[in-house]
């Protein structure tokens, strides 16, 4: 065999695990795809209070917090809901798209969430977790 044929041969076994690994990461889900699994639980029916989607009153007010503190604040967990809605297996990009869909859907122009607004979501996420740190036990 020549040289040649050995060294295309060798990229290629040591390309072929790259390749494998690429095609299996799971593409990221929709801000409506996790709504529809997990958010529409409680933000379709207002359970606990929670805002229910379309309702431009009092998701104008959320929206007013601004993206990266109301997603920040929702993915740690405030007032009746879980931190990350309850799906420890949602990614802070997933879960920020879908509050981005909602805000959407109830008056905002939110956008799905960039590399910039991941940074800022979780400088805010620090921050809140320090606020909640110091805050005092209800009990």
């Known amino acids: 065999m020549k040289t040649t044929s050995r060294f295309v041969i060798l990229c290629?076994?040591?390309?072929?695990?790259?390749?494998?690994?690429?095609?299996?990461?799971?593409?990221?889900?929709?801000?409506?795809?996790?709504?529809?699994?997990?958010?529409?639980?409680?933000?379709?029916?207002?359970?606990?209070?929670?805002?229910?989607?379309?309702?431009?009153?009092?998701?104008?007010?959320?929206?007013?917090?601004?993206?990266?503190?109301?997603?920040?604040?929702?993915?740690?967990?405030?007032?009746?809901?879980?931190?990350?809605?309850?799906?420890?297996?949602?990614?802070l990009e997933e879960f920020s798209r879908a509050v981005a869909w909602m805000a959407r859907g109830s008056g905002g122009n939110w956008q799905d969430p960039d590399a910039r607004m991941l940074k800022l979501i979780r400088s805010e996420e620090s921050k809140r977790i320090e606020q909640l740190k110091k805050a005092p036990a209800k009990g």
């Open 12 to 91: 290629a076994a040591l390309a072929l695990p790259w390749a494998v690994q690429a095609q299996t990461v799971p593409a990221l889900k929709s801000g409506e795809q996790v709504y529809r699994d997990t958010c529409m639980v409680c933000h379709g029916t207002g359970v606990a209070n929670a805002p229910r989607l379309g309702d431009k009153q009092v998701w104008g007010k959320l929206i007013a917090e601004g993206q990266h503190v109301l997603t920040a604040h929702a993915w740690v967990g405030v007032r009746g809901m879980p931190a990350k809605g309850g799906r420890n297996d949602l990614s």
